[in-house]
């Protein structure tokens, strides 16, 4: 596994039995290095289901799709979680929104994550379509939040998201990553 590749799938923990496909479908097996390696080189997508059984996740995402001026908001949004005294990562995602993404040093409830997209999101006065209930109550998954695709021009594809997400699903380009390997490098050890 290469350096990009493991740190992804340190940064996008969640469950490890099952991952979604693009088409929205859950795959009943285990998510592999070589799965993670094609999704960072778009020759596939991974969605990572981050609700753990416990109901516990490592990272959050709170998804701009719809709205006037979503820079802003993204903007606004990120320093309403600063205020909170957590750090986030704005992105573009591959449509017409950003993502603004949460990573925690330990596993926390999923209420807890929700809430604070929550309070954030009341802060800027931004009012998603859908909430993060599905997992913070969770006896489900529900359904997954892939890897980002890497950030040196290569894309995975994109998977429907809704805009709260203690473990919600989304698909999208980091602003912050880095470069994979450009052609012609060996892969084989990813494999």
């Known amino acids: 596994m290469t350096e990009v590749t493991t740190q992804f799938a340190l940064l996008f923990q969640g469950r490890t039995d099952a991952w979604g496909a693009v088409e929205g479908r859950s795959v009943k097996e285990p998510i592999t290095a070589a799965l993670i390696a094609d999704h960072l080189y778009g020759e596939g997508s991974v969605g990572v289901y981050p609700l753990l059984d416990n109901g516990t996740v490592r990272w959050g995402c709170i998804d701009l799709d719809e709205g006037y001026d979503l820079i802003a908001i993204a903007i606004n949004l990120q320093k309403a979680l600063r205020a909170l005294d957590l750090s986030s990562w704005v992105e573009r995602?591959?449509?017409k929104g950003f993502h603004i993404w949460?990573?925690?040093d330990d596993w926390l409830p999923a209420p807890l994550v929700v809430n604070a997209q929550r309070v954030?999101?009341?802060l800027v006065g931004?009012?998603?379509k859908e909430g993060g209930a599905r997992q913070a109550g969770g006896d489900?998954?529900?359904p997954p939040d892939p890897l980002p695709a890497d950030a040196g021009g290569v894309r995975g594809e994109g998977h429907g998201h809704s805009e709260l997400s203690g473990g919600r699903r989304?698909?999208?380009r980091p602003v912050q990553a880095a470069p994979a390997p450009r052609g012609?490098?060996?892969r084989s050890a990813e494999r």
């Open 93 to 95: 995602t591959k449509g």
């Open 102 to 104: 949460t990573f925690y």
């Open 120 to 122: 954030a999101c009341d």
């Open 126 to 128: 931004y009012r998603p």
């Open 140 to 142: 489900r998954p529900g």
């Open 170 to 172: 989304g698909g999208c």
């Open 184 to 186: 012609g490098t060996d």
